[in-house]
T-cell receptor, first 110, second 116 residues
Framework: DAKTTQPNSMESNEEEPVHLPCNHSTISGTDYIHWYRQLPSQGPEYVIHGLTSNVNNRMASLAIAEDRKSSTLILHRATLRDAAVYYCILSLQGAQKLVFGQGTRLTINP | SAVISQKPSRDICQRGTSLTIQCQVDSQVTMMFWYRQQPGQSLTLIATANQGSEATYESGFVIDKFPISRPNLTFSTLTVSNMSPEDSSIYLC?????????????FGEGSWLTVV
């Protein structure tokens, strides 16, 4: 599985946008970029995924670099409930098992 | 979406005993997975639970220590055998649902085991 690199931790303020980076320089043409987050004392939950084009949903936006070697998860207006560990994961289309890295621990300040 | 229920949600176990964790999904799914999350760590895949055949284990995990059953398409169990304090972890069940835009993976809330 191709590897991803994320900062160990980030901090932001409530109601401000948050940009969470992920590097995946060894990504293959068939790898999808997935983002999951794990809130305290909960199992991971799906946030968003994409292949080449930028993606938006009700939770977040995913901006994918043109060369696909990096991506950024964007939380447009952070709330205290967004404090979690965010995982960037590469996975083949159709694959159902995920290989987790260490993720980024996001702290939101009131 | 998929709703995944795990039992027990939390338990304190004696060293040397075994505990079976149950995972129930509200819809039929082809593949189910078991993960372990040790304190302060990320998730590690233990095995894929295959319906009608033996589970497929990842490197470092063996059937004798983590026997898995998958009697049907909505249910699986993971047993942690002969527990030691090093087995204190969160054990998570996971399933994938195929959509037109690809797969979405869903996780249970986890079973928090403490071995004393």
């Amino acid at each position: 599985d191709a590897k991803t690199t994320q900062p160990n931790s980030m901090e932001s303020n409530e109601e401000e946008p948050v940009h969470l980076p992920c590097n995946h320089s060894t990504i293959s043409g068939t790898d999808y970029i997935h983002w999951y987050r794990q809130l305290p004392s909960q199992g991971p939950e799906y946030v968003i995924h994409g292949l080449t084009s930028n993606v938006n949903n009700r939770m977040a936006s995913l901006a994918i670099a043109e060369d696909r070697k990096s991506s950024t998860l964007i939380l447009h207006r952070a709330t205290l409930r967004d404090a979690a560990v965010y995982y960037c994961i590469l996975s083949l289309q159709g694959a159902q098992k995920l290989v987790f890295g260490q993720g980024t621990r996001l702290t939101i300040n009131p | 979406s998929a709703v995944i229920s795990q039992k027990p949600s939390r338990d304190i176990c004696q060293r040397g005993t075994s505990l079976t964790i149950q995972c129930q999904v509200d819809s039929q799914v082809t593949m189910m997975f078991w993960y372990r999350q040790q304190p302060g760590q990320s998730l590690t895949l233990i095995a894929t639970a295959n319906q009608g055949s033996e589970a497929t284990y990842e490197s470092g995990f063996v059937i004798d220590k983590f026997p898995i059953s998958r009697p049907n398409l909505t249910f699986s169990t993971l047993t942690v055998s002969n527990m030691s304090p090093e087995d204190s972890s969160i054990y998570l069940c996971s399933v994938g649902l195929l959509h037109r835009a690809g797969n979405t993976i869903y996780f249970g809330e986890g079973s928090w085991l403490t071995v004393v």
